[in-house]
């Protein structure tokens, strides 16, 4: 038997452990939470970015590929004008080709493709591409050479008349001295005509080479196409005959020097030329 004490502790327990159950064991207090600032992933290490496996949205700036730059030049042109100007260029570096065959061909010494086609390189080369080479020659000229002519001409009331001596060489002289960018034709055309005419005479006036007929006749016509457009005589009336002088003077020594040279000039005379139906009608003007 149980004291009566022990009676109401047991009964104190039996009716306080069913509340100790409910409850269960006791939990801490949990500490306050702090928030730390995320770190960016670095490039190619840890996880992508979120947006890299999403599609643009609309209105976003999406970065496209730079455009091509646009055709310039031959490629720019349609195709038809790309075949024309493809032909142009080859033609122009045929025409190339052929004047540098003719003009080595010209100053090679004598070959079979010269003596077989001398005439049609002559034909090709002279006069207007002769080939000489005084720049380089040990004694330069040292002499003024002046090309003049003057002409009988038929005029409208039928007289002849012949003109004074027109000094072409000093025309030319005056038209690059006064002009900054003077033509290729005022500075040789003349000039080369007469040294074509000299290289192809010999000092009586008569051919010594078979181009010595051509070299006349280039020079003929020169002169008379400068006398219909600067001689007011031969304007009014119809050119017959032409003669040509050369005047040869001796460039002066400078003042230090020793040397003493003639200044008075050389002439050389040739003889009357007939002017051609063609050139007396105004073929050459």
């Known amino acids: ?21 409910a409850t269960g064991p006791s939990v801490p207090p949990r500490s306050p939470q702090v928030s730390w600032p995320s770190l960016p992933a670095q490039s190619g290490v840890g996880e992508r970015s979120s947006g890299e496996d999403r599609p643009p949205q609309p209105g976003s700036a999406v970065a496209t590929a730079p455009a091509a730059p646009p055709l310039t030049g031959i490629a720019a042109l349609s195709t038809r004008y790309r075949i024309g100007a493809a032909l142009a260029l080859a033609a122009v570096a045929v025409g190339a080709c052929v004047h540098l065959l003719m003009v080595f061909l010209s100053l090679a010494p004598a070959n079979t493709v010269t003596k077989q086609h001398g ?8 006069p207007e591409f002769e080939q000489n080479w005084k720049l ?3 004694n330069p000229l040292q002499q003024n050479i002046a090309v003049q002519v003057r002409a009988e001409v038929r005029m409208k009331d039928g007289a002849l008349r012949t003109t004074g001596w027109n000094d072409l060489s000093a025309q030319d002289g005056a038209a690059i001295r006064s002009n900054p960018v003077p033509s290729h034709t005022q500075q040789n055309e003349l000039r080369r005509a007469w040294d074509f005419f000299v290289s192809t005479h010999g000092s009586d006036n008569r051919p010594v080479a078979l181009r010595g007929a051509l070299s006349e006749q280039y020079l003929r016509r020169i002169v008379v196409m400068r006398l219909y457009r600067d001689d007011p005589t031969s304007k009014e009336g119809v050119i017959q005959r032409v003669q040509v002088r050369s005047s040869t003077t001796s460039v002066q020594p400078p003042k230090w020097s020793r040397e003493r040279v003639s200044d008075k000039p050389v002439y050389r005379l040739l003889p009357w030329w007939t ?11």
Not at 119 to 126: D, F, G, L, M, T
Request: no cysteine; aromatic share 6%; net charge neutral.
């Open 1 to 21: 038997m149980s004291a009566p004490g022990e009676s109401s502790k047991s009964s104190q327990s039996s009716q306080s452990s069913p509340s100790s159950k």
């Open 119 to 126: 005439k049609a390189i002559e034909q090709w080369i002279y």
């Open 136 to 138: 380089f020659a040990p």
């Open 275 to 285: 002017v051609t139906a063609d050139e007396a009608a105004g073929g050459v003007r």
